[in-house]
Nanobody
Framework: QVQLVESGGGLELTGGSLRLSCAAS????????MGWFRQAPGQEREFVAA????????YYADSVKGRFTIFRDNGKNTVYLQMNSLKPEDTAVYYC????????????????WGQGTQVTVSS
């Protein structure tokens, strides 16, 4: 079992930056690919980014490519999402995700979820 706890959300202005963190406990962190999803009010949860267990490969949704960066520190059992050039449409609850197998953009590929952290981007 893997427990995930997000932090780092908050209120930011358009064009600003935020960094989300997700601390994992439980089994060996480096075994798991990790990802981030988000859910805006009244919308379905959507994929944002994912990273392999070793951190050697990453995958991004087109909507965040070039603005967001996912990276991990396996020594600290933590995965991060650096969000730059924020837009109001990035406003959502952001969820950390853990994969037992290979990462993907489908919700059904995720085995573990964090509780979520709110990100609000004001214009």
């Amino acid at each position: 079992q893997v427990q995930l706890v997000e932090s780092g959300g908050g209120l930011e202005l358009t064009g600003g930056s935020l960094r989300l963190s997700c601390a994992a406990s439980g089994r060996t962190f480096s075994w798991y690919a990790m990802g981030w999803f988000r859910q805006a009010p009244g919308q379905e949860r959507e994929f944002v980014a994912a990273i392999s267990g070793a951190g050697s490969s990453t995958y991004y949704a087109d909507s965040v490519k070039g603005r967001f960066t996912i990276f991990r520190d396996n020594g600290k059992n933590t995965v991060y999402l650096q969000m730059n050039s924020l837009k109001p449409e990035d406003t959502a609850v952001y969820y950390c995700a853990g994969y037992s197998a290979r990462y993907g953009d489908s919700l059904s590929r995720v085995d573990y979820w964090g509780q979520g952290t709110q990100v609000t981007v004001s214009s």
